[in-house]
């Protein structure tokens, strides 16, 4: 999609830099930390949690492509949070 802020209004402008190895490996960390939790559920539950999410995120995107014919970085936090939400309540849904 395209991104439909204003571009001279933007505090901060991207640099386009490459990612150096040391930034991959620790997102790589955070990552890997961020979802031992989810060895602890059902392969299931995780599955159905991830797919209510996308499903969410998807059709939120969906929306604001309409309505906007983008997004802006309002929209990315609202659609991150919404696939938050699917996913726990896919993961809760299962597990009971």
């Keep these: 999609m395209a991104y439909m802020g ?3 209004a933007m505090k ?4 386009g830099s490459p990612v150096r190895p040391d930034e991959f ?3 790589l960390t ?3 930390i961020g979802t031992l939790p989810l060895a602890f559920v059902s392969i299931r539950s995780v ?3 991830l ?3 996308a499903v969410l995120a998807v059709a939120l995107a969906a929306w604001s492509r309409r ?3 983008g997004y802006t970085g309002d929209v990315l936090g609202a659609i991150e949070q919404v696939f938050e939400i ?4 896919g993961v809760a849904a299962i597990i009971r």
Aim: hydrophobic content about 70%; charged content about 5%; overall charge negative.
């Design 6 to 8: 204003d571009v001279s």
């Design 30 to 32: 955070v990552v890997a």
């Design 25 to 27: 490996w620790f997102a």
């Design 12 to 15: 901060v402008a991207c640099a």
């Design 67 to 69: 309505l906007i014919g």
């Design 86 to 89: 699917g996913f726990l309540l």
């Design 51 to 53: 797919l209510l999410g």
């Design 47 to 49: 599955a159905t949690g």
